[in-house]
């Protein structure tokens, strides 16, 4: 059971719009960075957004991350068929004293 | 960018030592400002953090696994590695090696995030 808590799946169709959320509290969310990691089926994750809300290099600016309070969000607009993966969100953890993941939620493009 | 790699023993018997290296190619693993991670997915599950060590062989293990990591750092052959010891079946799982960009700001708070990741390499227990 993960203290960051996200949905198991989400789906859209080609050029929608998707939120993921992740939940957590004061001593993830609330106090420390998010970072949102994808994972393409048989391969490893990559890192999408960090910091909250920054897009690393060769991240294309569909994708989106945003936090308040102790939850954050990340969005995808203009879906398409190649954002099918697992996506994560990460955080540290005072209380626990290191990273953790929430379990990670499945988007399908419908 | 850096680039790693997994490698190490594939299959490992329930009680014994699980020993993985990666090796970092593409620049120097004491470039200034990295931590080096192990992280590990059960098959179809979710990521587990196990734990990091910089290039001065500081360390931080996940307290839920704490008591059976050890990680090294070999900086002539750009190389840190990860001994689990004690292995159940409830260890098999992909690991994956990972740069980690690690920081604090404000009052205490900390960013940290893994880019890039090793493709990973499958460890299975037997029984």
């Known amino acids: 059971q993960s203290v960051l808590t996200q949905p198991p799946s989400a789906s859209g169709t080609p050029g929608q719009r998707v939120t993921i959320s992740c939940s957590g509290s004061s001593s993830n969310i609330g106090s420390h960075t998010v970072n949102w990691y994808q994972q393409v089926p048989g391969t490893a994750p990559k890192l999408l957004i960090y910091?909250?809300?920054q897009r690393p290099s060769g991240v294309p600016d569909r994708f989106s991350g945003s936090k308040s309070g102790t939850s954050a969000s990340l969005a995808i607009s203009g879906l398409q068929s190649e954002d099918e993966a697992d996506y994560y969100c990460?955080?540290?953890?005072?209380?626990?004293?290191?990273?953790?993941f929430g379990a990670g939620t499945t988007l399908t493009v419908l | 960018q850096v680039q790693l790699q997994e490698s190490g023993s594939r299959l490992v018997k329930a009680s014994q030592t699980l020993s993985l290296t990666c090796t970092v190619s593409g620049g120097s693993i004491t470039r200034g400002g990295y931590s080096w991670s192990w992280i590990r997915q059960p098959l179809g599950k979710g990521l587990e953090w196990i734990g990091y060590?910089?290039?001065?062989?500081?360390?931080h293990f996940n307290p839920s696994l704490k008591s059976r990591v050890t990680m090294s750092v070999d900086r002539s052959k750009n190389q840190f590695s990860l001994k689990l010891t004690s292995v159940t079946a409830a260890d098999t799982a992909l690991y994956y090696c990972a740069a980690g960009v690690l920081g604090h700001y404000g009052d205490n708070s900390v960013y940290f995030w893994f880019d890039p990741w090793g493709p990973g390499t499958l460890v299975t227990v037997s029984s």
């Open positions: 910091a909250d809300n």
């Open positions: 990460a955080a540290w953890d005072g209380t626990l004293n290191g990273n953790v």
């Open positions: 060590i910089y290039d001065s062989g500081s360390t």
